[in-house]
């Protein structure tokens, strides 16, 4: 049994922020942020009405839809995000809540930018097993929640944009369709380069004795309560050191694509479209340049909604496919790399 994308979908907010709006909350300028990142506007929600299973909601009836299925159909969920509606329950259950589907399991996924090829992973294990026949899953983020829209927080916050976009996989009995092969990997020596610490039940010290990295912001926080000293030293957003993780990027990136050509006993030329986790349009570009993919084999997106994590990569599969540029039969490859440090990548017979 193969698992197949039966139906996709995407969602993002209505409201765009451009580069030059964000000129006006912090020391940066949008010729900075497009020859760094490629980035040129993102999408931010409507605070406290839209959240993340609300976007997830939005994408997840759009997927169903074109499933030719009904919410009631759907036997499982995968949900991954890094910026949940709570900290507890994770966005899963409350999906299903907006679905009107009580008593299927909810499974929430926690492997940032790597999210959605670690969901549709382990959704696919689940169908080649028989377990289950239609999986929704789902990446979904509302990063304008919690990024630090000072200057101190600019290499991060100029990136980050919401979003959410969902797939139903199938059940198939096409061994020749779906996804062939995914392959999953993560190296935890790097957790601290791209986190968000509190509210958390770390302590800045433990940390360290771990192995850890030694944030200088917090040296001993950490509290699942955040405290007046969090706020006062302003501990309380995403860090990410940027050249450290772009570095890794570079190399894990073709590696999880070169690890899933070889499973599928195929070379890069054979990828008919590559869909890389929407990082940083620089990063797209040397991957690209690596495997010598035309520009008509790699989509990029990450011009209009930035840096989406979990969300990225459904979203910019299923603007491609809504474009006509991936065809029934062709080989589709969707790679990603980003914070734990996490990889993988998964290839798709469309
Ligand atoms: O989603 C997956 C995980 N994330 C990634 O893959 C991101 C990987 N990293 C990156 O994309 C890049 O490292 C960034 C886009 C985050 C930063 O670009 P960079 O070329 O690596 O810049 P940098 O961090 O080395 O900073 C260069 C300079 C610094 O100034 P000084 O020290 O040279 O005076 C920064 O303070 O650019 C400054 N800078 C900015 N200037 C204007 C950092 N952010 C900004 C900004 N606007 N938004």
Same mark, same amino acid.
């Given at each position: 049994m193969n698992?197949?994308?039966?139906?996709?979908?995407?969602?993002?907010?209505?409201?765009?922020v451009t580069n030059e709006e964000l000129t006006k909350l912090m020391d940066t300028t949008s010729e900075w942020i497009v020859e760094r990142t490629g980035i040129e506007e993102r999408r931010y929600v409507e605070k406290h009405k839209e959240t993340t299973s609300t976007l997830a909601a939005e994408a997840a009836k759009i997927a169903i839809e074109r499933a030719g299925l009904t919410t009631q159909d759907i036997d499982f969920i995968v949900f991954a995000t890094l910026s949940p509606d709570y900290y507890f329950p994770?966005?899963?259950?409350?999906?299903?809540?907006?679905?009107? !589907?009580? =008593?299927? &399991?909810?499974?929430? $996924?926690?492997? #940032?930018? *790597?999210?959605?090829i670690y969901a549709i992973s382990v959704a696919d294990q689940y169908i080649k097993t028989g377990m289950y026949k239609n999986i929704l899953v789902v990446g979904a983020e509302v990063h304008s929640a919690g990024l630090d829209f000072t200057t101190r927080g600019r290499n991060?916050?100029? !990136?980050? =944009?919401? &979003?959410?976009?969902? $797939?139903?996989? #199938?059940? *198939?009995?096409?061994e020749t369709k779906g996804i062939l092969t995914t392959n999953l990997h993560a190296d935890g020596e790097y957790a601290e380069h791209l986190a968000f610490f509190n509210p958390g039940t770390h302590g800045g010290a433990f940390l360290k004795d771990q192995g850890g990295l030694d944030y200088p912001n917090e040296p001993d926080l950490g509290?699942?309560?955040?405290? #007046?000293?969090?706020?006062?030293?302003?501990?309380i957003y995403p860090h990410m050191n940027g050249r450290y993780v772009f570095k890794h990027a570079v190399?894990?990136?073709?590696?999880?694509?070169?690890?899933?050509?070889e499973a599928v006993g195929c070379t890069a030329d054979d990828i008919n479209m590559l869909i890389p986790h929407q990082a940083n349009l620089r990063i797209t570009q040397m991957i690209q340049l690596k495997f010598g993919f035309e520009d008509e084999r790699v989509y990029n997106n990450i011009q209009k909604y930035g840096n989406t994590t979990a969300a990225s990569i459904p979203i910019a599969l299923c603007?491609?496919?809504?474009?006509?540029?991936?065809?029934?039969?062709?080989?589709v490859c969707l790679a990603?790399?980003?914070?734990?440090?996490?990889?993988?990548?998964?290839?798709?017979?469309?």
């Amino acid at each position: 049994m193969n698992a197949k994308i039966a139906g996709i979908g995407f969602f993002v907010p209505e409201r765009i922020v451009t580069n030059e709006e964000l000129t006006k909350l912090m020391d940066t300028t949008s010729e900075w942020i497009v020859e760094r990142t490629g980035i040129e506007e993102r999408r931010y929600v409507e605070k406290h009405k839209e959240t993340t299973s609300t976007l997830a909601a939005e994408a997840a009836k759009i997927a169903i839809e074109r499933a030719g299925l009904t919410t009631q159909d759907i036997d499982f969920i995968v949900f991954a995000t890094l910026s949940p509606d709570y900290y507890f329950p994770g966005s899963g259950v409350l999906l299903q809540r907006h679905l009107g !589907i009580k =008593g299927i &399991g909810c499974l929430d $996924v926690r492997t #940032q930018c *790597t999210g959605f090829i670690y969901a549709i992973s382990v959704a696919d294990q689940y169908i080649k097993t028989g377990m289950y026949k239609n999986i929704l899953v789902v990446g979904a983020e509302v990063h304008s929640a919690g990024l630090d829209f000072t200057t101190r927080g600019r290499n991060v916050s100029v !990136i980050f =944009g919401d &979003g959410a976009g969902a $797939v139903v996989l #199938q059940a *198939t009995e096409d061994e020749t369709k779906g996804i062939l092969t995914t392959n999953l990997h993560a190296d935890g020596e790097y957790a601290e380069h791209l986190a968000f610490f509190n509210p958390g039940t770390h302590g800045g010290a433990f940390l360290k004795d771990q192995g850890g990295l030694d944030y200088p912001n917090e040296p001993d926080l950490g509290g699942m309560h955040l405290t #007046q000293e969090m706020l006062d030293k302003e501990a309380i957003y995403p860090h990410m050191n940027g050249r450290y993780v772009f570095k890794h990027a570079v190399e894990k990136f073709p590696a999880a694509i070169e690890e899933a050509c070889e499973a599928v006993g195929c070379t890069a030329d054979d990828i008919n479209m590559l869909i890389p986790h929407q990082a940083n349009l620089r990063i797209t570009q040397m991957i690209q340049l690596k495997f010598g993919f035309e520009d008509e084999r790699v989509y990029n997106n990450i011009q209009k909604y930035g840096n989406t994590t979990a969300a990225s990569i459904p979203i910019a599969l299923c603007e491609a496919w809504e474009k006509g540029l991936i065809k029934d039969g062709d080989l589709v490859c969707l790679a990603a790399f980003g914070s734990g440090f996490t990889w993988g990548a998964a290839m798709i017979r469309w």
